[in-house]
Protein backbone atom coordinates (compact mmCIF):
# COMPACT_ATOMS: atom_id res chain seq x y z
CA UNK A 1 0.00 0.00 0.00
CA UNK A 2 1.17 3.76 -0.88
CA UNK A 3 0.51 6.23 1.31
CA UNK A 4 0.81 9.91 0.62
CA UNK A 5 1.22 13.24 2.84
CA UNK A 6 0.54 16.49 2.15
CA UNK A 7 -0.26 19.62 3.32
CA UNK A 8 2.84 21.26 4.54
CA UNK A 9 3.72 24.62 4.27
CA UNK A 10 5.44 27.71 5.92
CA UNK A 11 4.11 29.06 9.08
CA UNK A 12 5.12 31.52 12.10
CA UNK A 13 5.46 29.96 15.83
CA UNK A 14 2.50 29.66 17.33
CA UNK A 15 0.25 28.66 14.30
CA UNK A 16 -1.72 25.65 13.27
CA UNK A 17 -1.04 23.15 9.89
CA UNK A 18 -3.18 20.04 8.84
CA UNK A 19 -1.35 17.26 7.21
CA UNK A 20 -3.33 14.98 4.97
CA UNK A 21 -2.72 11.45 4.35
CA UNK A 22 -4.01 9.11 1.38
CA UNK A 23 -4.12 5.55 0.83
CA UNK A 24 -3.72 3.84 -2.80
CA UNK A 25 -6.71 1.22 -0.94
CA UNK A 26 -9.15 1.77 1.88
CA UNK A 27 -7.12 3.64 4.68
CA UNK A 28 -10.40 1.51 6.47
CA UNK A 29 -8.70 -1.63 6.13
CA UNK A 30 -5.21 -0.42 7.33
CA UNK A 31 -4.92 -1.37 10.89
CA UNK A 32 -2.32 1.16 12.28
CA UNK A 33 -1.15 4.27 10.64
CA UNK A 34 1.46 7.20 12.03
CA UNK A 35 3.08 10.36 10.86
CA UNK A 36 6.96 10.57 11.01
CA UNK A 37 9.46 13.47 10.82
CA UNK A 38 12.76 13.58 9.82
CA UNK A 39 15.53 17.04 10.19
CA UNK A 40 18.64 16.59 8.55
CA UNK A 41 21.30 14.62 10.31
CA UNK A 42 18.46 12.92 12.67
CA UNK A 43 16.61 9.54 12.27
CA UNK A 44 13.14 9.88 11.37
CA UNK A 45 10.90 9.89 14.15
CA UNK A 46 7.60 8.96 15.52
CA UNK A 47 5.28 11.85 15.58
CA UNK A 48 1.75 10.11 16.28
CA UNK A 49 -0.04 6.69 15.52
CA UNK A 50 -3.50 5.54 15.41
CA UNK A 51 -4.86 2.29 14.95
CA UNK A 52 -8.27 1.03 13.05
CA UNK A 53 -10.24 0.99 16.51
CA UNK A 54 -8.41 4.77 17.24
CA UNK A 55 -6.23 3.76 19.83
CA UNK A 56 -3.38 6.59 19.45
CA UNK A 57 0.07 7.13 20.32
CA UNK A 58 1.78 10.20 20.61
CA UNK A 59 5.56 11.10 21.02
CA UNK A 60 6.06 13.33 24.00
CA UNK A 61 7.53 16.48 22.09
CA UNK A 62 4.12 17.05 20.54
CA UNK A 63 1.16 15.82 23.19
CA UNK A 64 -1.16 18.05 23.63
CA UNK A 65 -0.02 19.72 20.52
CA UNK A 66 -1.06 17.32 17.84
CA UNK A 67 -3.86 15.26 17.28
CA UNK A 68 -3.96 11.91 14.58
CA UNK A 69 -7.27 11.23 13.22
CA UNK A 70 -8.77 9.38 10.71
CA UNK A 71 -12.02 9.96 8.31
CA UNK A 72 -12.47 6.45 6.69
CA UNK A 73 -14.71 8.28 4.17
CA UNK A 74 -12.47 10.88 2.95
CA UNK A 75 -9.99 7.69 3.14
CA UNK A 76 -7.47 10.12 5.05
CA UNK A 77 -5.42 10.37 8.23
CA UNK A 78 -4.96 13.55 8.87
CA UNK A 79 -2.27 15.31 11.63
CA UNK A 80 -4.00 18.73 13.24
CA UNK A 81 -0.54 20.88 14.34
CA UNK A 82 -1.25 23.43 16.84
CA UNK A 83 0.95 25.65 18.94
CA UNK A 84 3.62 25.57 16.15
CA UNK A 85 7.14 25.89 17.60
CA UNK A 86 10.38 26.14 15.21
CA UNK A 87 11.85 22.69 16.28
CA UNK A 88 8.76 21.04 14.70
CA UNK A 89 10.29 21.96 11.45
CA UNK A 90 10.39 18.60 9.54
CA UNK A 91 9.85 16.78 6.73
CA UNK A 92 6.99 14.38 7.68
CA UNK A 93 6.15 11.28 6.26
CA UNK A 94 3.22 8.97 7.10
CA UNK A 95 2.88 5.34 6.48
CA UNK A 96 0.94 2.32 7.67
CA UNK A 97 0.95 -1.24 8.45
CA UNK A 98 -1.62 -4.34 9.71
CA UNK A 99 1.26 -4.64 12.63
CA UNK A 100 1.03 -1.56 15.56
CA UNK A 101 4.26 -2.52 16.33
CA UNK A 102 6.31 -2.12 12.93
CA UNK A 103 3.87 1.31 12.36
CA UNK A 104 5.38 2.27 15.86
CA UNK A 105 9.00 1.21 14.76
CA UNK A 106 8.63 2.83 11.39
CA UNK A 107 9.83 -0.13 10.21
CA UNK A 108 9.17 0.29 6.63
CA UNK A 109 10.87 -0.95 3.46
CA UNK A 110 9.78 2.06 1.68
CA UNK A 111 8.54 5.74 2.02
CA UNK A 112 6.38 8.24 0.43
CA UNK A 113 7.80 11.71 -0.35
CA UNK A 114 6.82 13.45 2.42
CA UNK A 115 5.69 17.14 3.34
CA UNK A 116 7.73 19.92 4.10
CA UNK A 117 6.79 21.95 7.34
CA UNK A 118 8.51 24.85 8.04
CA UNK A 119 7.83 27.22 11.31
CA UNK A 120 9.66 30.34 11.53
CA UNK A 121 10.42 32.05 14.81
Known amino acids: VQLQASGGGLVEAGGSLRLSCTAS????????VAWYRQTPGKQRELVAA???????EYADSVKGRFTISRDNAQNTVYLQMNSLKPEDTAVYYCNGDSSWGITLAGAFASWGQGTLVTVSS
Open 50 to 56: VSIGSHK
Open 25 to 32: ERISSINA
